[in-house]
């Protein structure tokens, strides 16, 4: 079955850079995600790229897909205590249901 | 804004107490989910719906059922609760005409079983 591997972990400074690597088995994927969770929250969408995009920028974020290494990250620049929280990689095969990654915490320290 | 609302954020049930985990969402969405979340286990799907009465198994559906009566209103039962169904329980949900199959998410409904 499909699977989505990404670190536990991710400890930056306020202000540097962040990036949080996933990978994934499956080669029909779609759309692949990061979904962002704050603690006692539900899970919000924070970017989504299409399987035939290499790149997609959005103020912040960047999401860089390799599709022949399945590898999708995320960067977030001048990382902010805000952005502390777990982040999820996630991806969709076809139309279907997603598959989720377990998560990276990321926590930013001042 | 989308809205998903998940009836309770935090219940405390017995060993073998029947628990009924309700989720309403606003926005006419076709699909609706539910996961749990374990801490090192990430999101789990336990069932879906793609439509009203519609129930399709996830990958953890044992020891769940879910009823979909209503378009708006997805239901997770756990006949007999057991203490290794504590967990985050998160209802999500999704439109068949969003191409990016986004899904929205309510906020979470912790469940303790003793």
């Known amino acids: 079955g499909e699977d989505v591997e990404q670190s536990l972990f991710l400890s930056v400074r306020e202000g540097d850079s962040s990036v949080i690597n996933c990978t994934y088995t499956d080669s029909s994927s779609t759309y692949l995600y990061w979904y962002k969770q704050e603690p006692g929250a539900g899970l919000q969408l924070l970017t989504y790229i299409f399987s035939n995009m290499d790149m997609k920028q959005d103020q912040r974020l960047t999401v860089l897909l390799n599709k022949k290494d399945k590898h999708l990250s995320l960067r977030i620049a001048d990382t902010q205590t805000g952005d502390s929280a777990i982040y999820f990689c996630a991806e969709m095969e076809g139309y279907s249901t997603l598959t989720f990654g377990k998560g990276t915490m990321l926590l930013v320290s001042p | 804004d989308v809205k998903v609302t998940q009836s309770s954020r935090y219940l405390v049930k017995r060993t073998g107490e029947k628990v009924f985990l309700e989720c309403v969402q606003d926005?006419?969405?076709?699909?609706m989910f539910w996961y749990r979340q374990d801490p090192g286990l990430g999101l789990r799907l336990i069932y879906f719906s793609y439509d009203v009465k519609m129930k399709e198994k996830g990958d953890i559906p044992e020891g769940y059922s879910v009823s979909r009566e209503k378009k708006e209103r997805f239901s997770l039962i756990l006949e007999s609760a057991s203490t290794n169904q504590t967990s985050m329980y998160l209802c999500?949900?999704?439109?068949?005409?969003?191409?990016?199959?986004?899904?929205?998410f309510g906020e979470g409904s912790r469940l303790t079983v003793l």
């Open positions: 999500a949900s999704s439109s068949v005409r969003a191409s990016s199959g986004e899904l929205f």
């Open positions: 926005m006419d969405h076709e699909n």
